[in-house]
């Protein structure tokens, strides 16, 4: 781990990573049209936005449905991480988002996976988290943003596309870089995954 945990607190524009991700039809259309779509939603919400391929990913856990489409952007924003992430959800409700199910089939997922250096609420409320055992990682959601997204790390349908916009971002709490962390992925956790185009 890192030996020095910063807590951004400063004003001004920071970069949100944010994960895409679909495998039902939204009122934009197949999977594809509705993370084009979104992306395009997003880049009102900052500059410089910056896209990654469309990815196939399989449903997790595995059976929980269809495969997913998913992708990454980056963007240089001014609003906070509670602003950001009350924006997001807007753009998945737009898109259909209903929240009945954990992991199950979505029009729309939006995760705010980090803005800059944040991490929330503190180091350990996230380490709480990333640990968590998976039977209650099924059953149980944070009250709160927990940021970085505490299971970045362990995913490839994240972090493939994640290293076409953001290959330099570093973790706050490991001190890894973005292609590290993918380097670092079992071949499991890439099983599957492929770009579409």
Do not use: K, Y
Request: net charge negative; with cysteine.
């Amino acid at each position: 781990m890192a030996q020095d945990t910063h807590i951004d607190t400063s004003p001004g524009g920071r970069q949100a990573l944010i994960a895409l991700g679909a495998n039902a039809g939204s009122p934009a259309g197949a999977p594809e049209a509705t993370l084009r779509a979104a992306m395009a939603r997003i880049e009102a919400l900052g500059t410089g936005a910056r896209h990654s391929r469309l990815w196939r990913s399989p449903a997790f856990p595995v059976g929980s449905g269809p495969d997913f489409v998913n992708a990454a952007t980056a963007i240089e924003t001014e609003l906070g991480a509670e602003a950001l992430l009350a924006a997001l959800h807007e753009i998945e409700a737009e898109f259909g988002r209903e929240r009945r199910t954990r992991w199950g089939p979505r029009s729309l997922d939006l995760d705010l996976l980090a803005l800059g250096d944040l991490l929330c609420p503190d180091l350990a409320g996230w380490s709480l988290w990333r640990d968590l055992p998976l039977d209650r990682q099924a059953r149980e959601a944070p009250d709160r943003l927990i940021l970085p997204h505490p299971r970045l790390q362990d995913r490839g349908f994240v972090l493939l596309p994640l290293s076409e916009v953001a290959p330099d971002w570093r973790h706050p709490v490991t001190g890894f870089d973005v292609v590290a962390m993918r380097d670092a992925l079992p071949p499991a956790a890439r099983e599957g995954l492929e770009p579409l185009g």
